[in-house]
C-alpha cells in the first residue's frame, strides 16, 4: 500500500492501520470474537485477550472447538504465566537446539525455548503443528506452575475413572491441578485424558492457573516488572500523509544484532490514545557480534492519536548484555 493509497483512504485509516502494521491484531476492547457466545469459557477468553495473553485465529474468530497445537499451547502456557527466559549451564540458548524440527524464526519459537529452559516436559522430536493431549497439557501447565513457585497444595485424591493408563507423573500432575482447582473431573470422574484439549479448554485452564498464581503471590509477574529494564522502547513519530502518521518503535541494550523486533497489536482506546505492543525476537542460526544493538519496527497510526508503547505481556526479554549464558 502507498501513500497515494493513503489519501485516498483517510477514513478508513483503522482497517488500513492494522493491514500495515506487521502481526497487528486488536485487543478484546476493539473487537469481540464472534464464535464464542455460548461457550462456557467465553468470558476467561476474553480476559486473556484482553490482558495480551491470547488471541485468536483471527481478528474476529477464536476457534473455541479446534484442536490446540504444541506452538500454540506452549505460547499461551508461557505468556499467561509470564514464564522467563532462565538459562543454566548447559540448557539451550535457542530452539532448535533442543528441537529438531523447531524453526528459530517461527512465531512459537522464543516460548518454546523459554518453556524447555523452565523445566517443561517437551519431547525433542514434538512437531509444533501436531494437536496436545488434555493429560500433557495439564503435565506442561503444572509444571510452568512449578516453576512459578512452591506453592501449598492440599492433598485430596481424586479418582480418575478413565486414568489406568496414564504415567505416574501425568497423574500426579492431574492431582495436584484439581486440588488448585484449576482443571475439573467430568461426570462419572472421567477426564478423557487422551483427547486433544481445544483451544477454549486450554485457555480456560491457563486462566485460573494465572487466577491462583496472582492469588498467592499478588502478581502473576512475581512482583517484577516483566518487560526488564533493557527492553523499554523509544517512539518517534513522523507524518507520511494526510491523516497518516509513522509510529517508529524502537528497543535498544539488545546484547547482538540477531536480535529483532515486531509489532504484536495495537489497542485503540478512549481519547484517542494508542498502545502498541511490541514483541522482541530471538536471533536466527548464525555468528553475531557481541555488540549492544537496537531494534526497530513500525506501526501506522491515524492522525491525532497519541501513541505509548509497552512489550507484550509474557514475551521475551533478553538477557542483560552482561549475561555469561547467552
Not at 479418582?159 to 501425568?170: M, P, V
Request: proline fraction near 7%.
Amino acid at each position: 500500500m502507498n501513500i497515494q493509497t493513503f489519501r485516498h483512504s483517510a477514513k478508513k485509516m483503522t482497517i488500513a492501520c492494522g493491514i500495515l502494521a506487521a502481526s497487528v491484531s486488536f485487543g478484546a476492547s476493539a473487537f469481540a470474537f464472534s464464535d464464542l457466545k455460548g461457550d462456557p469459557a467465553e468470558a476467561k477468553i476474553n480476559a486473556l485477550h484482553e490482558a495480551g495473553v491470547i488471541n485468536g485465529v483471527t481478528s474476529q474468530l477464536f476457534a473455541p472447538k479446534s484442536k490446540m497445537t504444541y506452538g500454540q499451547a506452549v505460547q499461551l502456557i508461557v505468556s499467561g504465566l509470564a514464564l522467563k527466559p532462565n538459562p543454566v549451564p548447559g540448557s539451550p540458548s535457542k530452539a532448535s537446539d533442543y528441537f529438531a524440527k523447531v524453526d528459530d524464526k517461527s512465531w512459537y519459537a522464543p516460548s518454546l525455548l523459554i518453556a524447555v529452559q523452565n523445566g517443561l516436559p517437551l519431547d525433542k522430536t514434538l512437531h509444533p503443528n501436531a494437536a496436545v493431549s488434555r493429560a500433557h497439557f495439564a503435565q506442561l501447565l503444572d509444571a510452568a506452575l512449578r516453576a512459578k513457585g512452591d506453592f501449598p497444595v492440599t492433598k485430596m485424591y481424586f479418582n480418575i475413572a478413565d486414568g489406568g493408563k496414564l504415567s505416574a507423573e501425568t497423574d500426579a500432575s492431574l492431582q495436584t491441578l484439581l486440588n488448585m482447582r484449576i482443571i475439573s473431573l467430568e461426570p462419572g470422574g472421567k477426564f478423557r485424558p487422551d483427547d486433544a484439549v481445544t483451544r477454549s479448554e486450554a485457555a480456560a485452564w491457563v486462566h485460573d492457573a494465572r487466577a491462583f498464581v496472582e492469588r498467592m503471590t499478588g502478581s502473576i509477574g512475581g512482583g517484577e516488572d516483566s518487560s526488564g529494564a533493557n527492553s523499554a522502547a523509544d517512539l518517534k513519530v513522523e507524518k507520511i500523509a494526510d491523516g497518516v502518521n509513522k509510529v517508529s518503535v524502537t528497543v535498544g541494550n539488545l546484547p547482538n544484532p540477531g536480535y529483532g523486533l515486531t509489532i504484536a497489536r495495537i489497542e485503540f482506546g478512549d481519547g484517542q490514545k494508542a498502545v502498541i505492543y511490541y514483541e522482541i525476537t530471538n536471533p536466527g542460526s548464525g555468528i553475531y557480534p557481541q555488540v549492544i544493538s537496537k531494534a526497530t519496527a513500525v506501526a501506522y497510526l491515524p492522525e491525532g492519536y497519541t501513541a505509548s508503547a509497552k512489550p507484550l505481556p509474557g514475551s521475551y526479554t533478553p538477557p542483560e548484555p552482561d549475561n555469561p549464558q547467552l
